[in-house]
Antibody
C-alpha cells in the first residue's frame, strides 16, 4: 500500500524559506503513470494546490505561487521536496504531499508549518 | 479565491439523502475537465471519494455518487450516516492550475 509522509520544520521565520520533504513508501516515485505534488490548507480554510513534479524533473506550479515555489525530486531516495521562499504569516498551513494522476490520491497525513518570529 | 463554489453547509437526518453542488464556469468544469470529490473527516487529511465525475475508488460505499452537467457537478450521499459528518471538497482544473471548491460541511442531525 502506497504511503506518503511529510517531514520538516514546524516553525519558520517570516522572510525565510520553508522546506519540506515527502518520503514515498510502498511504491516507486519513478512510476511513469503519476505526478507527485503538494497541497496546503490554512487553519480553518480550504485547499490550495501548490505544484507537481514528474520523476524526470518536469514541474508545474500554481501561477499564484510560482515565483516563490521550487519542487524537486530525488529518485534514489524515493523522495520529493518543496521549497517556498519569502514566507509570511499567510503561508501558515498544513502542508500535504500527494500523488496525482488527475486527481489526488493518496495523501500524506499532513504537517503544520507555522510562520512566526 | 476559489473558482469552484460550494454551499458552506448542508445537513440531514440519518437515512436521508443530501446533495452538494459544485458550480464552476466555462474555463473549468464547462471546458470538459473532470471533477473529483474528497472527504475530510475532522483532524485528518482529505481522502479521495469520487474520481472522474462519477467513479468510486475501491472501499468507498455506494451511498456516495457523483455527477456532472454543464458547468456544475454534484455529490450525493444517500442513507446518510453519522460517520459521514465531514467537510467535502470538489476539485477540477482551470487555467494551468488544479483548483478546489470552497468546501461544504455536512452535518448529521
Amino acid at each position: 500500500q502506497l504511503q506518503l509522509q511529510e517531514s520538516g520544520p514546524g516553525l519558520v521565520k517570516p522572510s525565510e524559506t520553508l522546506s519540506l520533504t515527502c518520503t514515498v513508501s510502498g511504491g516507486s516515485i519513478s512510476s511513469s503513470s503519476y505526478y507527485w505534488g503538494w497541497i496546503r490548507q490554512p487553519p480553518g480554510k480550504g485547499l490550495e494546490w501548490i505544484g507537481s513534479i514528474y520523476y524526470s524533473g518536469s514541474t508545474y506550479y500554481n501561477p499564484s505561487l510560482k515565483s516563490r515555489v521550487t519542487i524537486s525530486v530525488d529518485t534514489s531516495k524515493n523522495q520529493f521536496s518543496l521549497k517556498l521562499s519569502s514566507v509570511t504569516a499567510a503561508d501558515t498551513a498544513v502542508y500535504y504531499c500527494v500523488r496525482r494522476p488527475e486527481w489526488f490520491d493518496p495523501w500524506g497525513q499532513g504537517t503544520l508549518v507555522t510562520v512566526s518570529s | 479565491q476559489s473558482v469552484l463554489t460550494q454551499p458552506p453547509s448542508v445537513s440531514g437526518a440519518p437515512g436521508q439523502r443530501v446533495t452538494i453542488s459544485c458550480t464552476g464556469s466555462s474555463s473549468n468544469i464547462g471546458a470538459g475537465y473532470d471533477v473529483h470529490w474528497y472527504q475530510q473527516l475532522p483532524g485528518t487529511a482529505p481522502k479521495l471519494l469520487i474520481y472522474g465525475n462519477s467513479n468510486r475508488p475501491s472501499g468507498v460505499p455506494d451511498r456516495f455518487s457523483g455527477s456532472k452537467s454543464g458547468t456544475s457537478a454534484s455529490l450525493a450521499i444517500t442513507g446518510l450516516q453519522a460517520e459521514d459528518e465531514a467537510d467535502y471538497y470538489c476539485q477540477s482544473y482551470d487555467s494551468s492550475s488544479y483548483v478546489f471548491g470552497t468546501g461544504t460541511k455536512v452535518t448529521v442531525l
